[in-house]
C-alpha cells in the first residue's frame, strides 16, 4: 500500500510540475468603454491582448485575459458600478472611457485601491497634479501643452500675423494656451493679431460663425474641433466661401487623416495638420489590416457599416497601451511574484504591486503606432513625434516633422505642373486597360442583352480599376489581349500579349493576374501589389482511406498495448502472491482430515484478472485484506483504459481517416507515380527553372524531361481539367489564389502544401510615366479601406458559384458504420470460435482415448459412440455408460446429474478425492472453486466411511437436499 501511496504522490508531483511550466499564470486586464462608442477601439484593444499572448517576449510566463464592459456616457453612477464590479474580479488594470466625467470618478477609484488606471483621451491635468503621491494614472495621449507648442511653432514657420481661432468648447482653450502666451511676447512693433470665434452650433448649422469670418476676410484659420464634427464645420465652410482660392486652414485634430479632404483638394485652398500615426510603417498596416478584416467579418453577420480610411489615433493609443503596461508589468514579474487579487470598493485593502507596476509604466520606453513612446517622471507624455501633412491632389501628404527634441522640420516636396497647369497627370484622361479573360479577374458579364464598351465585362479586375478611376479622378477603355498571352520577351526589346500591348502604346495599362518578375520589372513600371500570392500545388481532394481490419486496435498506441499487458502480467503474479502469503485466503475445509484450500492459483489469478478487465468477473472470491486492495486498484485501472478505449473507439470508427499521397512538394519529387506540370513558359515555370535549390531543381528536370509534351500544358484551363481527369495521377503547379477560387467551385480539388515562393500581382506600365506614384497610392488607400479585401471575398466567395463545395458539406450528422468498419471484430469473433474449436477437438480425442481405456473398449468404438450421440442434435443429457469395475461405479455414485442412471458411470468419470466435501469444491489439477450452486446441509459432512457404507445414497441426498444439480467430481 505505501509503493502505492508513494507513487500516486510522485505522480501528482511531477503532473503539477508540467502542468505549470506548460500553463503561463493569467492575468485580467478591463477596459471600460463609452456605449456608442467607435467599434474599431475595442477591437484594437483585443487586438493587442492576442498579439501580447502570441508574442511571448513582450510578456513571459504570463497570459492577459480580457473583460470589457461599457458604461452610458457621463454616467459616474454606471462607472462607478461596473467598476467595483471589475475590481471584485481581481483585474490588475483598467483602461478609461473617452468620457470627462466618468473617467474622473474612475480614477478616483483606481487611486483609492492602487490599481493601475491608463486613458488615451485629451486630458489637461497639470505635472503638479499628476506627479503627487497617490496618483495612479498614466495617459499616452501627447501632452496638450507640449502640442501647443507645436501649433505655435508652425505658425511662427509659416510666419502668419492676423489669425482667426475657431474653437468648438472651453477645453479647447487649454490646447491653444500656447499660442494665447504668445500675445503676451508681442511688441508695440510687431505685427500678430488673434480672432477668437466659437463655433455655435444652430439652426444653420455652424454657417453663421463662418459667414462672420468670410465677410471679415480673413484668411488664416485655427480650426480646432473633434473629428466628429469637423467633416460637417468644413463642408458648411466650403458652402458659405471659405474654402476657395487663399485661405489657408490649420486643423489641429490629430485625426484629420481620417477625415474625407478629397472634395477640397480642387479649389485651391492649403490644409495643413499634424499625424501622430504613421500608416507607411509595416507594423501600422498590420493593425490597420486586422482591425479591418475584422470590422468586414462583423458587417458580413450584422450588416453594419465599416469606416473607411486610416487609422486614428484613439485606436492606436489604445493598442499602444495595452503594450506599455505589458512591458511593464514583464519588468515588475522579474523581481516580484505579481498576483493578482479582488478588491472590495468599500474595503480598506490595496493592490500590493500597484505602485511599484506605475513607476515601472513611467519607465517604459518603445516605438508603438503612435511613435516613440515615453514619459516623463509625471508620467505624462511630454515627448512624441508627428508629421506634418499638406493637402495635394494625392491627398495628405507628409512635408514634414515635428518632435520634442529638433522642432519643426519642413521639406516640402514642389508639385510639378504639367503643361497647362493640371496638377494631376491622370485627371480627366481616359487610358485603354489591357487584359485577359481569366476568372475570376476578368469574365464577360452574364446578360441576355447584347453589352458593350466596358459593360461587356465583370471581374475583380474591373472593379479594381473602377475604385482607382474614383480616387485618380481617370476614365478607362477595356479591351482583350489579341494573342491571349500574358507577356514575355520573344527577342531583345520585343514582348508579346498583354506587356508587347503596353510596350507598343496599344494600351495604358495591364490590370490581369500577371506577376512581377525581375525580367518583367526592367522593362516595364510595376505599382506595388494589389494581390500577394505563392505557387502552390493543384490535387484531387483527399479521399477517405479503406477501413483497416484491425481498427479497432486504432484507439491505443502499440506501447499502450504491450503495457497493458505487462501490467495485466504483473498483476495476476501479485494476485497468486498475495493470496498464498495471507492466512485468510486459505479456507478452512471444517473437517479436520480435510485440506485448506486456495482458489487463487496461477491459472485462477489470471483468470480473474481477465474476467474484471473484460467487466464479466469470475468466480473467485477475495477473501483477505491485502488481495482485495490489489483487486480494488485492478478494478480501477480496467475502469479507465476501457472508458478510454471505449471514447477513443467511438471517434476513431465514425471519423473518416483520409488518404493523402502528397502533402508537399518534397513528397512531388520523391515518387514517380504522380506526374506533374505547369503552365509553358510561364512564370511558375520559369521559378523552377530559375531556382537553385535540390527539390525544385528536380521537379524542373522532371518536367523538362521526355514527359515534357505530356505534362507542360498550354494554360491553366488545360492543366484543371488534367487534374480531375487523370484523378489522382496528375498534379499541377499555379498560383495559389487560382487554386483557392478553384476549389471554392470544384468540390473535387485542394490546394496541396503551402506556398513555394512569395510574389504579388501588380499593374504594368510603360517605362518613364508618370502613373506608378500615383497608382501606388490609389492601390494603398483601398487596401486601407479595406476595399480590396471585400472584392476578395465577393470575387472568390460568392460571386459565381462561390462556396458551393462548403454549403454542399454540411450533414451534421453521424454516418452510420459499414461491414468494412467492423470487419475486424467479425473476423476476431470467428478466430476465437476456430481456436475454441481446435481445444474442442483436442479434448474429444485425449478423452475418448481416456475412456476407451477405462471402459476397456477400442477407441475407434468409443469416439463412434460419442459422435453419434453428438450429432443427435437434441436433448441435454446422456446415460452413464457402464465400466469394467463396480467399484469405479459405486465411486462414481456422487454424480451430480440428477438425470444419470445410478447403475452406470460416464465415460469421463473422474473420481472425487478422499479430502473434499460434498458439492462445496471443485477440485482440478488448478485448484478448488467454491459452487455457486452449493446449499449447506447436515449431510454436508458426512466422512468417506458413511459414504461407503451406503452406496449411491451420496447422489440421491446430494441431489435431494443440497440442491446441487451440477456437481463434477474431481480426479484423483
Known amino acids: 500500500m505505501g509503493v502505492f501511496l508513494t507513487c500516486g504522490a510522485m505522480v501528482l508531483v511531477m503532473a503539477t510540475i508540467v502542468v505549470g511550466q506548460a500553463r503561463p499564470k493569467q492575468m485580467t486586464i478591463a477596459a471600460i468603454f463609452d456605449q456608442g462608442g467607435d467599434p474599431k477601439h475595442e477591437l484594437a484593444f483585443n487586438h493587442a491582448v492576442q498579439s501580447i499572448n502570441r508574442n511571448r517576449d513582450i510578456l513571459t510566463g504570463v497570459e492577459l485575459t480580457s473583460e470589457i464592459v461599457h458604461i452610458p456616457e457621463g454616467d459616474s453612477y454606471m462607472a462607478e458600478r461596473k467598476t467595483c464590479y471589475l475590481l471584485e474580479k481581481g483585474v490588475v488594470a483598467i483602461f478609461g472611457p473617452l468620457s470627462k466625467p466618468s473617467s474622473e470618478h474612475i480614477k478616483s477609484i483606481t487611486d483609492s485601491l492602487e490599481i493601475p488606471y491608463i486613458e488615451t483621451r485629451w486630458n489637461f491635468r497639470s505635472q503638479k497634479v499628476i506627479g503627487q503621491a497617490g496618483d495612479y494614472a498614466i495617459n499616452l495621449h501627447p501632452d496638450i501643452t507640449t502640442l501647443g507648442a507645436a501649433y505655435l511653432d508652425l505658425i511662427e514657420a509659416y510666419q502668419w500675423k492676423a489669425i482667426t481661432i475657431l474653437y468648438q468648447d472651453n477645453d479647447s482653450m487649454m490646447t491653444l494656451k500656447q499660442i494665447f502666451d504668445r500675445t503676451s511676447t508681442v511688441g508695440p512693433m510687431d505685427e500678430f493679431r488673434l480672432v477668437i470665434k466659437q463655433l455655435d452650433h444652430n439652426e444653420n448649422g455652424y454657417r453663421d460663425v463662418l459667414k462672420e469670418i468670410f465677410f471679415s ?7 480646432d474641433c473633434e473629428k466628429e464634427i469637423l467633416d460637417e464645420v468644413l463642408k458648411q465652410a466650403q458652402q458659405v466661401g471659405l474654402i476657395s482660392q487663399g485661405y489657408f486652414f490649420l486643423l489641429t485634430s490629430l485625426d484629420a487623416h481620417t477625415v474625407n479632404l478629397e472634395d477640397y483638394k480642387y479649389g485651391g485652398t492649403n490644409f495643413t495638420a499634424f499625424r501622430l500615426i504613421d500608416v507607411d510603417k509595416p507594423e501600422v498596416q498590420n493593425v490597420i489590416y486586422s482591425i479591418v478584416e ?39 514579474s522579474e523581481v516580484q511574484q505579481v498576483r493578482q487579487r479582488p478588491l472590495d470598493c468599500s474595503g480598506q485593502a490595496t493592490w500590493v504591486h500597484g505602485n511599484s507596476l506605475i513607476n515601472y509604466m513611467k519607465m517604459v520606453e518603445f516605438i ?44 516640402r516636396a514642389e508639385e510639378e505642373k504639367l503643361d ?35 459593360a461587356r465585362f465583370e471581374g475583380f479586375a474591373l472593379d479594381l480599376a473602377e475604385g482607382l478611376s474614383k480616387i485618380l479622378g481617370f476614365n478607362y477603355t477595356f479591351k482583350l489581349v489579341d494573342d491571349g498571352a500574358y507577356g514575355s520577351e520573344t527577342s531583345p526589346g520585343n514582348w508579346n500579349g498583354m506587356l508587347g500591348e503596353v510596350h507598343d502604346g496599344i494600351a495604358d495599362f495591364v490590370i490581369a493576374d500577371i506577376s512581377i518578375t525581375s525580367s518583367r520589372a526592367n522593362a516595364f513600371s510595376f505599382t506595388i501589389p494589389w494581390l500577394n500570392l505563392g505557387i502552390s500545388i493543384l490535387y484531387i481532394k483527399p479521399r477517405p482511406a479503406a477501413p483497416s481490419l484491425i481498427a479497432f486496435l486504432d484507439p491505443f498506441t502499440p506501447d499502450v498495448y504491450i503495457y497493458t499487458m505487462l501490467v495485466f502480467v504483473v498483476t495476476s503474479l501479485c494476485l497468486y502472491v498475495l493470496a498464498r502469503f495471507s492466512p485468510n485466503q486459505w479456507e478452512d475445509p471444517g473437517d479436520p482430515t ?18 474484471a478487465f473484460l467487466g464479466q468477473g469470475s468466480d473467485l472470491t477475495c477473501i483477505c485484506i491485502n488481495v482485495r486492495f490489489a483487486a480494488c486498484f485492478w478494478f480501477f485501472f480496467a475502469l479507465i483504459m476501457i472508458a478510454s478505449y471505449t471514447a477513443n473507439l467511438a471517434a476513431f470508427l465514425t471519423v473518416e481517416t483520409l488518404e493523402r499521397p502528397i502533402e508537399s512538394v518534397q513528397d512531388l519529387a520523391n515518387q514517380n507515380e504522380i506526374f506533374y506540370g505547369a503552365v509553358n513558359g510561364g512564370s511558375t515555370a520559369g521559378f523552377f527553372a530559375k531556382s537553385e535549390e535540390d527539390v525544385y531543381q528536380r521537379i524542373n528536370q522532371f518536367m523538362r524531361g521526355v514527359h515534357q509534351s505530356e505534362v507542360m500544358l498550354n494554360s491553366n484551363t488545360e492543366g484543371v481539367e488534367k487534374v480531375e481527369e487523370t484523378d489522382g495521377k496528375y498534379a499541377f503547379f499555379m498560383e495559389s489564389a487560382s487554386i483557392q477560387y478553384l476549389v471554392e467551385r470544384r468540390c473535387k480539388l485542394s490546394q496541396v502544401g503551402g506556398l513555394l515562393d512569395s510574389k504579388g500581382y501588380g499593374i504594368a506600365s510603360r517605362k518613364g510615366t508618370p502613373y506608378k506614384d500615383l497608382l501606388d497610392y490609389a492601390i494603398l488607400k483601398l487596401m486601407e479601406g479595406g476595399t480590396l479585401h471585400k472584392l476578395r471575398i465577393k470575387w472568390w466567395k460568392q460571386k459565381r458559384g462561390g462556396g458551393a463545395c462548403q454549403s454542399g458539406g454540411g450533414g451534421g450528422g453521424v454516418s452510420p458504420l459499414g461491414l468494412s468498419s467492423v470487419a475486424g471484430v467479425f473476423l476476431v469473433t470467428m478466430l476465437g470460435c476456430g481456436i475454441a474449436t481446435v481445444f474442442a477437438i483436442i479434448e474429444f480425442l485425449y478423452g475418448t482415448r481416456q475412456a476407451a481405456n477405462e471402459a476397456g473398449v477400442s477407441w475407434v468404438e468409443e469416439m463412434t459412440h460419442e459422435l453419434k450421440f453428438i450429432f443427435q442434435c437434441h436433448g441435454n443429457t446422456k446415460e452413464l455408460r457402464n465400466q469394467s469395475s463396480d467399484s469405479d461405479s459405486n465411486k462414481s455414485g456422487n454424480s451430480q446429474s440428477s438425470h444419470l442412471s445410478l447403475d452406470e458411470s460416464p465415460p469421463y468419470s473422474r473420481k472425487k478425492s478422499t479430502n473434499s466435501r460434498n458439492g462445496s469444491i471443485y477440485k482440478n489439477n488448478i485448484g478448488m472453486v ?43
Open 930 to 972: 467454491e459452487s455457486p450452486y452449493e446449499v449447506k446441509s447436515e449431510h454436508s459432512h458426512k466422512t468417506q466411511d458413511e459414504e461407503s457404507d451406503h452406496p449411491g445414497s451420496g447422489s440421491d441426498e446430494g441431489s435431494n437436499k443440497n440442491g446441487n444439480p451440477f456437481e463434477t467430481m474431481d480426479d484423483d
Open 217 to 223: 476676410e480673413s484668411n488664416l484659420i485655427v480650426l
Open 420 to 454: 497647362g497647369g493640371a496638377p494631376d497627370p491622370m485627371a480627366n484622361k481616359t487610358f485603354v486597360i489591357c487584359a485577359v479573360l481569366n476568372p475570376p479577374y476578368t469574365m464577360y458579364t452574364e446578360s441576355f442583352e447584347k453589352l458593350s464598351g466596358n
Open 368 to 411: 508603438g503606432l503612435s511613435g516613440p513612446i515615453k514619459f516623463d517622471t509625471s508620467g505624462l507624455r511630454t515627448q512624441f513625434a508627428m508629421d506634418l501633412m499638406e493637402l495635394q491632389m494625392t491627398g495628405l501628404t507628409k512635408v514634414g516633422t515635428w518632435n520634442t527634441l529638433d522642432r519643426l522640420g519642413v521639406a
Open 294 to 332: 475584422s470590422m468586414i467579418e462583423t458587417e458580413l453577420r450584422m450588416a453594419i457599416n465599416v469606416p473607411e480610411g486610416n487609422l486614428d489615433t484613439t485606436t492606436a493609443l489604445i493598442y499602444d497601451s495595452v503594450h506599455a503596461f505589458a512591458l511593464a508589468l514583464n519588468e515588475l
Open 594 to 611: 480435510d485440506e485448506f484450500t486456495n482458489c487463487f492459483t496461477i491459472l485462477g489469478s489470471f483468470w480473474f484478472t481477465l474476467g
